[in-house]
């Protein structure tokens, strides 16, 4: 029996519904794959338990969680806790304390999608943004003087080290190495305008390039990245960026290639020293949380990757395959995608493909 451990965070808003459609494809795939098995611990952990016990997740959550051999988790975030507590209340230290230090994003267009950008089909648009998951831009470090006066200030600073460049870039080149395709690796700079943190992070692509000859890199500007994912996004295969950068890039990933409702994201600790943790890219949305509509197949496309993760490659291919497949026929789909559908009618019609793909 190949059995695993996975430690269910659904958290707030739309996590909740979207997770639980998540471990039903879970189950689907145990009951097509008898040698699988997935056994499910819940943490109610949110903006509810920081309401009731004044933080996210008890003093020993790091600790619970360290043994598991992944973690499933919703969003986090909700009207009336200020979004910087619940981030640095419960998904930071995880992806920190974790080691998860890189950050997978696909941006792929799956089949039944339409690209908002006209004349794209799957072909160009398939690439995948690694950010980095522990540093950068969102650090801990700075702070606030003379509030409530005029002189109210405040000032964050970015961390950028040689370990977390280093690790984040050699990771990225691997890939790109791997990928058969062009073996292009893009980089995301602003040396420009940031003097000393991006020249840093540009030199360390310089050297590391060195090492692996047989990739293409090319360094571009922020701004005009952004640009290029509108204007040429068939040109790419791996972007590596910084934590801010990257995140800000992915959402606009995301956009071009169906919306939140479908992005997915996994926090690898590459290592497997520590559970790796594989989340949709999307908030707890609350304007629509509670309505049961929300898409959930971001979520169902991290089950995916966190099967690939596991060594499950067959089980990822089918989810994928299930969902694209629910996606092509184009009449189960939630109102993001201009359908009718509830959360669960989506979840049970992916189950519904999968089985009949066994
Ligand atoms: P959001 O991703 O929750 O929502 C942005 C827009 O996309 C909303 O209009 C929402 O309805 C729509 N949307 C998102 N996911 C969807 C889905 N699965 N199906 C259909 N529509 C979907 O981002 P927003 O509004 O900026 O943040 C809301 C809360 O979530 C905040 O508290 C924020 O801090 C938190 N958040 C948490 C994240 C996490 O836990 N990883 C990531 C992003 C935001
Ligand atoms: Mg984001």
């Known amino acids: 029996m190949r059995d695993y451990s996975i430690a269910l965070i659904p958290g707030d808003g739309i996590g909740v519904d979207v997770i639980r459609e998540g471990r039903k494809v879970l189950e689907a795939v145990c009951e097509i794959d008898g040698g699988l098995k997935f056994d499910y611990t819940e943490f109610d952990w949110s903006c509810e338990h920081y309401a009731r016990h004044g933080k996210m997740m008890p003093d020993d959550g790091l600790e619970r969680l360290r043994g598991f051999d992944s973690i499933y988790l919703g969003a986090v975030g909700y009207p009336g806790v200020p979004d910087h507590?619940?981030?640095?209340?419960?998904?930071?230290?995880?992806?920190?304390?974790?080691?998860?230090?890189?950050?997978?994003?696909?941006?792929?267009?799956?089949?039944?999608?339409?690209?908002?950008?006209?004349?794209?089909?799957?072909?160009?648009?398939?690439?995948?943004?690694?950010?980095?998951?522990?540093?950068?831009?969102?650090?801990?470090?700075?702070?606030?003087?003379?509030?409530?006066?005029?002189?109210?200030?405040?000032?964050?600073?970015?961390?950028?080290?040689?370990?977390?460049?280093?690790?984040?870039?050699?990771?990225?080149?691997?890939?790109?190495?791997?990928?058969?395709?062009?073996?292009?690796?893009?980089?995301?700079?602003?040396?420009?305008?940031?003097?000393?943190?991006?020249?840093?992070?540009?030199?360390?692509?310089?050297?590391?390039?060195?090492?692996?000859?047989?990739?293409?890199?090319?360094?571009?500007?922020?701004?005009?990245?952004?640009?290029?994912?509108?204007?040429?996004?068939?040109?790419?295969?791996?972007?590596?960026?910084?934590?801010?950068?990257g995140d800000i890039l992915t959402d606009l990933g995301a956009a071009i290639v169906g919306g939140l409702g479908i992005a997915p994201s996994a926090n690898i600790n590459p290592e497997k020293e520590f559970p790796s943790m594989f989340e949709p890219v999307h908030g707890s949305a609350p304007d629509i949380a509670g309505k049961g509509i929300a898409n959930p197949i971001a979520a169902i496309w991290c089950v995916s990757m966190m099967l690939e993760h596991l060594g499950e490659a067959e089980a990822a291919k089918a989810v994928l395959e299930a969902v694209q497949d629910v996606l092509e026929e184009g009449q189960v789909l939630t109102p993001d995608l201009g359908g009718k559908a509830s959360t669960r009618d989506v979840g049970d019609h992916i189950c519904r493909k999968l089985r009949l793909a066994a």
């Open 85 to 245: 507590v619940s981030l640095w209340g419960l998904l930071l230290p995880i992806r920190r304390a974790f080691r998860q230090y890189i950050n997978i994003r696909p941006v792929k267009l799956l089949r039944g999608i339409r690209s908002p950008l006209a004349g794209r089909s799957a072909e160009d648009l398939d690439f995948i943004v690694i950010r980095e998951n522990n540093e950068g831009e969102y650090s801990s470090m700075g702070g606030r003087m003379y509030e409530g006066t005029p002189l109210d200030m405040a000032i964050q600073n970015s961390v950028f080290t040689r370990t977390g460049v280093e690790r984040v870039l050699r990771y990225a080149f691997r890939l790109a190495q791997a990928n058969g395709k062009r073996n292009r690796l893009t980089s995301a700079t602003k040396s420009n305008g940031i003097n000393h943190t991006m020249p840093f992070w540009d030199e360390y692509v310089g050297r590391i390039t060195a090492e692996y000859p047989g990739v293409e890199v090319s360094n571009v500007h922020i701004d005009a990245l952004c640009a290029f994912f509108v204007t040429k996004p068939d040109t790419f295969d791996v972007v590596v960026a910084s934590n801010l950068f």
